[in-house]
């Protein structure tokens, strides 16, 4: 049955964050991300009481319960200089206050980039900023969400292994899960296009993180391609991914009950989340 299926889009807040609500519901969403506040300013306005209420409202009178926040791009635990990285920690940290209001558990987040003092120092980095973040909201019923990233330029995250330096040395590790975004994950290499591939991957995955931590996928197909550590996003089917690796996690039981969302370029009237939702839906079996 097409019902149960977890699968949406990321929505815009234009106009209020409860507003993502009846966009997403318009395109059949089960699922929303959303920036909860401007994804390329470091300021935001207060979330006010009447927004929250707004939002709980809408997610009543839509019954999308299951909504997944990401941060800003301008974040980065692992930048070297201190300004920036204590700009970001504060920035980070009033994201999660912002995903605790409005009653959101997964905040996903590129992990950050090392901007030239090494992969290494970059994770340590990464890793220590978490300790800090996540003791400072200790009892917040937030998760934070690693993306597998592309690795483009000096971003982290392209390795699982990367990943994994993080969670096993961070105090609070059961806070910390995994966004796997399909694109990122073929461009940085790992050829999920053909069963064979895709079963591998996921073994390795299972292996060095554990299957258990995706928590979120990102379903994007890629224009560029594997290897490339290129992040350019395409509709589903017409890039290098192709359908296969959709048909793969739609069918695979293990991510049931997984949200499933796009994040493809789209106009005003969202006819393209329609297209690929439809596509989604088609090929679950
Ligand atoms: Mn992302
Ligand atoms: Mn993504
Ligand atoms: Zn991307």
Redesign the pocket.
């Known amino acids: 049955m097409d019902d149960d299926l977890l699968i949406g889009a990321h929505m815009s807040i234009s106009g209020g964050v409860e507003k993502s609500l009846i966009r997403g519901e318009s395109v059949g969403c089960k699922t929303i991300q959303i920036f909860t506040k401007s994804s390329n300013q470091w300021k935001a306005k207060n979330l006010l009481k009447e927004d929250i209420e707004r939002f709980h409202n809408n997610k009543q009178k839509t019954g999308i319960t299951n909504i997944v926040a990401h941060d800003s791009y301008l974040i980065n635990l692992a930048s070297p200089k201190d300004d920036l990285r204590q700009k970001s920690f504060e920035a980070f940290v009033i994201e999660m206050e912002r995903c605790r209001d409005l009653g959101i558990k997964s905040l996903v987040m590129h992990p950050g980039s090392h901007t030239g003092a090494g992969e290494d120092n970059g994770l340590k980095t990464i890793t220590d900023q978490f300790n800090s973040i996540l003791n400072l909201t200790k009892g917040w019923d937030v998760n934070v969400l690693l993306e597998t990233t ?1 690795g483009q330029g000096t971003n982290l995250g392209y390795k699982f292994e990367h990943l994994a330096y993080i969670i096993d040395n961070v105090d609070q590790k059961d806070r910390l899960k995994i966004c796997f ?1 399909t ?2 994950v073929f461009a940085a290499g790992y050829d999920i296009s053909n069963e064979e591939g895709y079963n591998k991957t996921m073994d390795h995955f299972e292996k060095i993180l554990g299957l258990d931590k995706i928590s979120v996928f990102h379903l ?1 197909d890629s224009k560029k391609g594997l290897g490339s550590r290129v ?1 350019r ?1 395409e509709h589903l089917g017409n890039g290098e991914l192709g359908e296969n690796p959709f048909r793969f996690i739609m069918n695979d039981a293990r991510f049931h009950q997984v949200p499933k969302i796009l ?1 493809t370029p789209k106009g005003k009237e969202m006819e393209e989340d329609k297209v690929n939702l439809a596509l989604l839906r088609s090929l679950a079996k």
């Open positions: 592309a975004d694109c990122h994007n992040d996003h994040e």
